[in-house]
């Protein structure tokens, strides 16, 4: 049985969601927030139906997370008539016939990212939901981070004026060790490429967000660990056919630089997600790992006070915490997932694309292209070339 809306004026939106793993958790807890501590909404989601290949493990799911019902078919979920957004959260290979069958069906459409395994499929998943004239949201959640949303504002306000350079990098470890088996992720056909999508697209989609476009890219790929056993005894192996690690430098429209580092095989680092950024007038800086703080310097501030300053995001007057608690009483991953719907369903209430939409993950697969062929080539690629 699910939640009754928190508002009688809010008119409600039936979410149908393909995938049930760590995206469909994360997913559902969020539709139950959003509904729960954003009562303003005039769209509020019902969790209509769940999917998944496997019956009894989605049925599950269905019972653990609230969902009114589940299939196990994505096309049987896509073409209910009693779903208005389709939830595309299944692994990446699946992406491409998922969204263009939903935006044909004529279903708003939420995307995990990236949003495709290679950036033809990415421009042909856009171009549908263009001709179908549906609505679109790809879930970079990390957008939606207070700090992160705060340091966007404060880029905006020129705190810290021109900007000259961000050093971005995800930083995780748990591929490092050599006796870890093969997973669909470690399979170029399945997963289009490793760190470099997995997390890499996460600070590309940051870096957009906050500096500019990226015009072209130099880089290097690694993969570290090239042979995985298959089963728990390690008798048998496979190939892994995509990055461990990817680095490259990169240069902005703007006239920035930048310094990105995506790797699963940084030891300690669990989800090590975090950039500085260098400007003119001032600096700001960001970990994921102590995600309620932004730190900030300024050249107005007189030489015997400078120095970083920390601003605890936590205010009713930052991003999104009008929803949440009382000053200084943290939020954590999950609320990122729920802020990221609260501004969807309120543009989609007002007739508007959600923010990134398709065509932002079209540009951010764009330079992941771009990434792999410079480092396939050992040359500088344009953006604008791939």
């Known amino acids: 049985m699910t939640d009754s809306l928190t508002s009688k004026n809010a008119k409600p939106l039936n979410i149908g969601m393909i995938g049930y793993a760590f995206m469909g958790k994360a997913h559902s807890a969020a539709y139950r927030d959003v509904a729960r501590y954003f009562p303003d909404l005039k769209l509020q989601p019902v969790l209509k139906a769940i999917c998944g290949r496997n019956e009894k493990a989605v049925a599950q799911a269905a019972r653990q997370f609230g969902w009114e019902s589940y299939e196990t078919d994505a096309m049987a979920l896509i073409n209910r008539n009693d779903i208005d957004v389709v939830d595309v959260s299944s692994p990446g290979w699946a992406h491409k016939d998922q969204v263009i069958a939903a935006a044909k069906a004529g279903k708003h459409i939420i995307c995990e990212k990236p949003i495709a395994n290679n950036l033809k499929d ?16 790809v879930m970079f959640n990390y957008r939606r981070v207070p700090a992160i949303s705060l340091a966007r504002e404060m880029i905006l306000a020129g705190d810290i004026g021109e900007i000259y350079q961000i050093r971005a990098r995800y930083l995780q470890d748990w591929i490092a060790d050599p006796s870890f088996p093969m997973v669909w992720r470690l399979d170029k ?17 940051i870096a957009r967000y906050l500096v500019g476009e990226f015009v072209d890219v130099s880089a290097v790929m690694k993969t570290f660990i090239k042979q995985r056993p298959l089963g728990p005894k390690g008798k048998e ?23 990105f580092d995506a790797t699963r095989f940084a030891r300690g680092r669990k989800n090590g997600n975090g950039f500085e950024i260098y400007g003119s007038k001032g600096s700001l800086m960001f970990d994921l790992e102590d995600m309620n703080h932004l ?18 995001v936590t205010e009713p007057q930052h991003p999104f915490m009008q929803g949440w608690w009382p000053p200084g009483h943290i939020i954590g991953y999950q609320h990122t997932f729920a802020n990221t719907l609260y501004d969807f369903f309120t543009a989609l209430a007002a007739g508007k694309d959600g923010s990134p ?4 993950g079209v540009k951010a697969q764009a330079v992941l292209e771009a990434v792999e062929k410079s480092a396939n080539s050992r040359k500088w690629v344009r953006i604008a070339d791939v």
């Open 189 to 205: 056909d399945k997963a289009g490429s490793g760190a470099l999508g997995d997390i890499g697209s996460h600070i590309i989609d």
């Open 237 to 259: 192996t496979g190939t892994v056919t995509v990055d461990d690690a990817a680095a490259w430098i990169a240069n902005f429209d703007n006239g920035a630089i930048g310094t």
């Open 295 to 312: 730190k900030f310097w300024s050249a107005k501030d007189s030489p015997r006070l400078q120095g970083f300053r920390d601003i605890l």
């Open 357 to 360: 939409n398709m065509q932002d």
């Open 122 to 137: 990415a421009r042909a998943m856009a171009a549908a939901v263009e001709k179908a004239g549906v609505k679109s949201l």
